[in-house]
């Protein structure tokens, strides 16, 4: 991409680890953030929720037999749908942590 095209450089305004991709546009402040803490109190209360909806959902479809309804097809899925998001609560759980000490300076 040719840089005087898109304009001067856009100071970083925020902690994070590449700064504003785009020029702001809207009407919302010059120091708005996002809810950190809110995200925090969330990845830890469903990171590990989900996780053991995994493991009970892998238990059911491990126990359930060829006949039975629901079938265990459906019952893996759903264990792999809450793994993800649970490895997904996991990663943003790291990242807000490593965030909240690099904003504070505290230890790495």
């Given at each position: 991409m040719n840089a005087a095209r898109r304009g001067p450089p856009v100071p970083?305004?925020?902690s994070g680890v590449y700064g504003r991709r785009h020029e702001r546009?809207?009407?919302e402040p010059a120091t708005a953030q996002s809810a950190v803490r809110l995200r925090l109190l969330l990845s830890a209360l469903f990171t590990p929720l989900c996780l053991a909806?995994?493991?009970g959902f892998a238990l059911w479809a491990a126990a359930s037999g060829g006949g039975s309804s629901p079938g265990s097809g459906p019952l893996w899925g759903i264990a792999l749908a809450c793994g993800l998001l649970g490895l997904l609560g996991a990663v943003?759980?790291?990242v807000l942590v490593a965030r909240l000490r690099r904003e504070r300076g505290g230890p790495r």
């Amino acid at each position: 991409m040719n840089a005087a095209r898109r304009g001067p450089p856009v100071p970083r305004s925020r902690s994070g680890v590449y700064g504003r991709r785009h020029e702001r546009t809207g009407s919302e402040p010059a120091t708005a953030q996002s809810a950190v803490r809110l995200r925090l109190l969330l990845s830890a209360l469903f990171t590990p929720l989900c996780l053991a909806a995994a493991a009970g959902f892998a238990l059911w479809a491990a126990a359930s037999g060829g006949g039975s309804s629901p079938g265990s097809g459906p019952l893996w899925g759903i264990a792999l749908a809450c793994g993800l998001l649970g490895l997904l609560g996991a990663v943003d759980l790291g990242v807000l942590v490593a965030r909240l000490r690099r904003e504070r300076g505290g230890p790495r």
